[in-house]
């Protein structure tokens, strides 16, 4: 029996309302989840807000309104979007409620028993925008002939900072954190992300300002309350809190143990955050650490960054109410390498989704379905003698299935090479279809004519199974057409084959064919 998987996304920082950024990540978070609860694997995902930080209090400031009625408004909104989507969360975590300022008072007075805090001065960059501090050596100049302006390696704004604040060793975390990269290759994801955390490590480690006093929107620092925490000791607690830490309960011990799989899905942003300062943290709370940090790439809008100075930066909502909710997905999770950047545009989505659902399984299953519906009665024919042609179908989506299941457990999360190989499971149907004509069939051998199609609508269910993790609802309106009660659509009941005489409701259309939009949704 496989371990308990723990998958959680990064919490979206609400200052503004969610972008294709955030749904893409909520999405491959939601794919992997699905496939692994497909696979009878006990599952728990967590997604959700982090709702303090300067970034936070500054934005409700210039609403003139309260930092929690602008959290409350915001949080809503991403809500929306998840569910929107069909992300199946286990748990929408807000870092504003109670139950996560007792965890996180919980983790600080742990860094603090281990002797990992002390109170001292700080001066040096700090990046309101990343919520991030930056040694001098790391910041970048602006571009501009008369450009002295110093920012982020993220080309944000950096203000040089003051102020009494408490901070964590991380120095002290030096050499264990390269071991842990040494010893387990697998904790951070792609390679190339680990490689740059492995040199940023080696470059030596500053203890790590973990508090402010210039604004009082955060979790209160025990023992200090002018004091506020730094918001990634906030933040990161989350994963924690979706358990219930402190306390005792049946799902810390569960999902948050030594050799348990806990997964962080975040963007490659914030891998710093997550493979370096993250388990620091751990270790000084002597807490276990999570099996893997996997930093996915940024999508960008026709190949450029989404920036809202250019105006390009897209609401998922949008592009779902344009195409569609499985179709996004889909070409998301399609197109995208995971670990790697994407682009996206509305001919790019139009494109991709037509050729592979509307033209390859929706027309297949409309007209095999519908072949059903006239010449058999609305019922499942009966299976006659299996030939070649059969086997080999029926074989090579059992050798799919196999290839995919073993993809989908390893540590780099392929989805795009999984989707390839069922994309090429799809043509295949098809072609088995229009090479056995069972139209033709009809009139000269209507046995066989009633065995292709039972055959056809057999592929149809399996290939709706193995789909079901990336185009859930789609695929559950294909196994209604298919009369497939709600408890045999998992990867258990792959082999369990159709019932001949099974009746069948009246098949309709599941993936219109789209049209290019001229304004809503194009990107």
């Not at 694997?41 to 982090?50: E, H, I, L, N």
């Not at 040199?199 to 506020?228: A, Q, Y």
């Not at 899905?265 to 002597?286: C, E, N, T």
Request: aromatic share 10%.
């Amino acid at each position: 029996m496989s371990k308990p998987l723990y998958i959680t996304t990064a919490i979206s920082y609400p200052n503004g309302p969610p972008h294709i950024g955030h749904a893409y990540e909520a999405i491959a978070a939601d794919a992997i989840s699905r496939f692994h609860r497909l696979s009878g694997r006990d599952v728990r995902f967590q997604t959700g807000t982090d709702e303090h930080g300067l970034k936070m209090a500054q934005a409700a400031l210039a609403k003139n309104i309260a930092p929690q009625q602008l959290a409350d408004e915001m949080a809503q909104q991403f809500v929306e979007m998840c569910d929107t989507l069909n992300i199946d969360y286990d748990r929408f975590i807000r870092t504003t409620e109670a139950d996560h300022h007792k965890a996180s008072q919980a983790i600080w007075k742990a860094l603090e028993a281990n002797g990992d805090l002390y109170l001292d001065k700080y001066e040096g960059w700090y990046s309101v925008r990343d919520e991030a501090y930056y040694d001098e050596s790391e910041l970048i100049e602006a571009v501009g002939e008369d450009s002295k302006e110093k920012l982020s390696p993220q080309g944000t704004p950096v203000e040089w900072t003051v102020e009494e604040s408490w901070f964590f060793r991380l120095s002290k975390y030096q050499q264990p954190l390269l071991d842990l990269f040494t010893k387990h290759p697998e904790f951070l994801k792609p390679d190339s992300r680990r490689n740059e955390m492995i040199k940023f490590v080696e470059g030596g480690l500053n203890d790590l300002s973990i508090s402010r006093t210039s604004f009082d929107w955060g979790v209160k620092v025990p023992g200090s309350s002018n004091h506020v925490m730094y918001v990634w000791v906030d933040a990161l607690t989350n994963y924690l809190t979706g358990l219930g830490y402190p306390e005792k309960t049946d799902l810390y011990p569960k999902y948050w143990n030594d050799g348990g799989d806990i997964t962080h899905i975040i963007g490659k942003d914030i891998v710093r955050f997550h493979s370096v300062y993250w388990p620091a943290f751990l270790m000084s709370a002597q807490l276990p650490l999570p099996k893997q940090v996997f930093g996915h790439g940024f999508l960008l809008n026709r190949g450029e960054k989404m920036s809202k100075s250019v105006g390009n930066v897209v609401d998922p909502i949008d592009l779902a109410q344009a195409f569609g909710v499985d179709q996004l997905r889909y070409f998301l999770l399609s197109e995208v390498i995971f670990g790697k950047d994407g682009s996206y545009s509305a001919e790019m989505i139009v494109t991709k989704t037509n050729a592979d659902l509307a033209n390859n399984f929706g027309n297949l299953a409309q007209r095999s379905l519908s072949m059903i519906a006239k010449n058999c009665d609305g019922k499942v024919p009966l299976a006659g003698t299996k030939t070649d042609a059969e086997s080999a179908l029926i074989g090579d989506l059992q050798t799919c299935f196999a290839e995919i299941t073993k993809l989908m457990n390893t540590e780099d999360y392929p989805i795009h090479t999984a989707i390839d190989l069922l994309r090429e499971r799809l043509s295949a149907t098809n072609q088995y279809f229009a090479d056995q004509a069972p139209w033709a069939l009809r009139k000269t051998d209507p046995a066989r004519a009633d065995t292709v199609l039972y055959y056809t609508a057999e592929a149809i269910r399996r290939l709706a199974i193995m789909l079901r993790w990336v185009i859930p609802e789609s695929c559950d309106k294909m196994l209604d057409l298919l009369a497939q009660e709600q408890n045999a659509r998992d990867f258990a009941h792959f082999d369990t084959e159709i019932n001949s005489g099974l009746d069948l409701p009246k098949p309709v259309g599941i993936f219109p064919r789209l049209d290019m939009p001229t304004q809503q949704g194009e990107g």
